[in-house]
Structure formats: structure tokens, C-alpha cells
């Protein structure tokens, strides 16, 4: 089974994941209808949009994976969608960190940012997020030249590790196991590439005994993937 | 082959299961008639006619009248009560775990006689009240709750403290029993917490039997628990058993857990930060927004008299 979509099904499939993606602000919509967000609203919409901002970031990272392993190329072009509903929740996750918790006070804003370190390592991702969402259009693509604009999109990696990190940070001792369970998932998820990596190395030639696929030569950042 | 076994429980023995649902009623309304005991007039229509045994009971001038009364689902959704686990919601997760009935609290130290008493008998000791109070928790949330119960001043009346009682311990049930996470040392257990006799004779401190015309709930202190407004939640004990008159201020759970963080007197105090955060705003349970923190938590006019010629940024 290998199902490639044409231009018109391509479209239906867009337009579905687009709806699937916006489903989860209905809570947020019927919380604001009803005017109820439960004892601790502010709570509640920061860790609301900040899971749908990591759940969108671990879905990003499976579609490669996903790709690869199913045979189905056309996977790549939900991609884009995909990483910038994750934008979109990051947004709405740091505009109630900054609206709710700060109300738009720039310098407790900054306050906070530099001293606790989940608000530094959240921060962080999320300035990481904004030259991925800027570029991600035709224009940027051909801009940056398709090499460089890919190089620059692998900082999703360290940007999930960074979210990971931000996850565990804010967390009580007591509820470690969501972000223990998204951290295996994107170890898993970069442990993937990293291996596939490894398998399309070209071995280098090596002189005496060392026999073909000991040797890997490694370079994450520039070399050229295929 | 079918062999026929007679039922072992005859079906006109089942109970029928409205009656089944309504066993929580039954006993809500038991527990409440408990408090009612001391109305007489009202004990019978209003634990009879609706859930809400308290609901016709007045105000009481002391309310507080001039703020929204917090959603009762926020107030019995979120909260701390370690004994029953460390997050927001484990209390109102795990607090069906505890038997409020029977309940005694013991009266000992300095006082004529000390003894055990049934809690029936001390709610007779004077008619149910209900208090509406702004509640300030010392993490920076805060809620407006009608509580219903009795002035503790009627309790020092009856119980007559001896001259060398300077000050009054609240002890919490600590059974691990009930409440599972007493296993665990991040407190010491039990959870006791004390204060002057002079704050505790003040008229706002108020021992409270239920809230918004309701028995207390379990995850709320049921079925008897103390509250002083003025100062900082974590001071008002829940499920008492135990009161305690003591010459000396006692080390308590909190100013053993963290001397620089947690002060003896906790009065609310906008203006002395505790060690890592702000205390001059305060988020109400269910708003986006904070407001700001008013100074003994807004019953400055009547609590701050006690507190003459202290300098509160040291007996914070």
C-alpha cells in the first residue's frame, strides 16, 4: 500500500489536519463561553496550550520518522502545517505567561525570565520557535537556499530538548512521568535520526585492519542529508 | 446441568437504588444535624427539607458583604491539605478516605478539666453562625467562602483556660489510615498549628462546622476546623481532634518546616514578601487577574489592635 494523494485529495487531507489541529482550543472556547476555567484559570490555560505546544512539537518531529519508515514521501508536506500549530499554541502559551502572570509588565517579565530557570529554559525554546515559523514559506526557502534553510530548521532538536527540559523544571517531584514519557519520546524520535544518520554515513576508507562501517565520520550540522 | 441456588440475598432486601443514591444525603444530613442540635427551631426543617442544612442560617455582622462569594466547586476542588497528598486536587482526590463520625476533640493543657468530647456536644455550646471571609493562602490565591460555624471565644467560655495558658495548639487527625500521605515525613505530622489566646478569643476566630449552608467537606477540614481570616490559611488546622492550651509558643508544622519562610503569626501582610515570592497581590480562585493583598487581610480595623507596637517585618 503505498497511497500517494493527488493535488485535489492532498487539499482534503490539508484542510482535515487543519481542523484536527484547531481542536484543541474547543475546551478553551467552551471555558470561555461559560465563563468557567475551574479554580485556577490561569493555570489551567497555561497548561492547556503549553501540552498542545509539546504534543504539536513531538508530532513534527514522527513525521520524518513516519515517512521513512511507511514509504509515504508525500508525509513531508503536513510538515509545515503541523510545526506551525505548534507555533500557534507556543504563541497562545506565552502570551498567557506574559498576559496572565505578568500582565504585559515588560521588566517583571525579564524579572522572571532570568530568575526561575523553567521560565529561562521555556523562553529560550520559544525564541527558538520564531525564525522556524518566519521561515517557513516558499520564499525563505529559496531565500536561505534549501541546504541553509534546512540547517537552520534542525534547531527543532536542541529546541525539544530545551522543551523537555522546561517540562521537567516546572513540574512537582510528584508528577515527573508526562514529561519523563515526552522526554523518552524525543530521545526515541532524535535517537531515530541520529541512527539513520549513522546508516547512510559513507564509510570512510580506512587504511590496515579496520574493516568497512567501523569508522563513521559524524557531522551533524553540515553535512548533507539524504 | 443447572443447579439453583437460592439468592443470598433476598431481592426485597436490596436497597433500591434511589435510596442507595441518596445515602450521601442521608449522611451530609446527618452530620449536619449533628450542628443543628443547638437550633432547635431550625434543626428539623432545615436539615430535613434540602441538602443545604445551613442555608437558612443569618449572616452574621461580621461577614464580610461587600465581595463575590467564590464558586463553591473552585473552593472544594483546590486546596492543600497534605494529608491527603501534595497537589491542588488530592484533597478533593482522596479525602473520601476520612470518617468524620464519631468525632471528638480533646481539650487538654491548661485548662480547669481537661477532657474528650464528643463534637455534638461542643456545637451545643452555641447557635451556628454564618461568617462570610475573604481566605488568603499564603501561595498568592485567595477565595471568599460563607462558612458556617461557632465563635471559638464560646469554646474558651465553656472550657475555662487556667491563668498560665498563653497560648492555643490545633491538632489535625493523623491517621495514616485515613490519610495516606501522613506515611510520608514532608511535614511532621500531626499537623498542629497555634496561635495567641488573645487572636484565638478574637471575635473573627471562628470554628467552623460547614461552608455555603453545607457540612464542611471532608477535603475542606470536616468536620471541625478553626479559621482566622486575618492570617494566612495554612494557620486555620482542618479535622481537629485535639486543642491544646500551652504556656509557651510552640513550635509549629509550618515554623518547624521552614523557620525563614513561615512565621509564627503569619498575619496576611502585603508588605513583607515570603522568601521566594511577592505577597502584595493575590489571585482569586477562578479570576485571570490579581488583585492586591490588603493588610491582615483586610480586617486590619479589627485584628490590628492586638498587634500594637510589634514590628511585624520580625514576628512576621
Known sequence: MSFTPNPRQLALIKIALFAICLLPLAPLL?????????????????????????????????????????????????RRMLGLFCFFYALLHFLAFIGFDHEFAVDAIARDIFKRPFVTAGFAAFVLLLPLAASSNQWA???LGGRRWQELHRSIYPLAI??????????????????????????????????????????????????????KPLKFFSQRPK | MLIRHRPDILPSEITTETLYTQRRQFLARFAAGLGTLALPGLSTSAAATSEKPFASLQSSPLSTRDEK??????VTSYGNFYEFGPDKDSPAKNAHRLRTAPWSVTIDGEVKTPRTYALEDILKWAPLEERIYRMRCV?????????????FSEILKRVEPTGNAKFVEFWSLADPEQMPFVRLPFLDWPYMEAVRLDEARHPLS?????MYGEAMPKQNGAPIRIVFPWKYGFKGAKSIVR????????????????PDEYGFYSNVNPDVPHKRWSQSQERRLGEF????????????????????????????
Not at chain 1, 546508516?199 to 576508507?205: D, G, L, Q, T
Open chain 2, 69 to 74: 462569594i467564590t464558586a463553591q466547586s473552585n
Open chain 2, 243 to 258: 486543642i491544646r492550651f500551652v504556656e509557651k509558643q510552640p513550635a509549629t508544622v509550618w515554623t518547624k518546616a521552614g
Open chain 2, 289 to 316: 487577574f490579581k488583585r492586591k493583598t490588603l493588610p491582615f487581610n483586610g480586617y486590619a480595623e479589627q485584628v490590628a489592635g492586638m498587634y500594637a507596637g510589634m514590628d511585624l517585618r520580625k514576628y512576621f
Open chain 1, 162 to 215: 530545551i522543551a523537555c527540559v522546561h517540562y521537567f523544571w516546572l513540574v512537582k517531584a510528584t508528577a515527573l512521568l508526562w514529561p519523563l514519557a515526552y522526554a523518552i519520546a524525543v530521545t526515541l524520535l532524535l535517537g531515530w535520526r541520529v541512527r539513520e544518520r549513522q546508516r547512510k554515513a559513507i564509510p570512510v576508507p580506512q587504511s590496515g585492519i579496520a574493516k568497512s562501517g567501523a569508522a
Open chain 1, 30 to 78: 467552551h471555558a470561555a463561553w461559560s465563563g468557567n476555567f475551574g479554580p485556577n484559570p490561569v493555570e489551567y490555560v497555561q497548561r492547556w496550550t503549553g501540552t498542545w505546544t509539546i504534543n504539536l512539537l513531538v508530532i513534527t518531529l514522527c513525521v520524518t520518522p513516519l515517512r521513512v519508515i511507511s514509504g509515504l514521501p508525500w508525509l513531508t508536506r503536513l
Open chain 2, 139 to 151: 501561595e498568592g490565591w485567595s477565595a471568599v467562602i460563607p462558612w458556617v460555624g461557632i465563635p
Open chain 2, 206 to 210: 471562628l470554628l467552623a462546622v460547614g
Open chain 1, 141 to 143: 526557502i529559496r531565500r
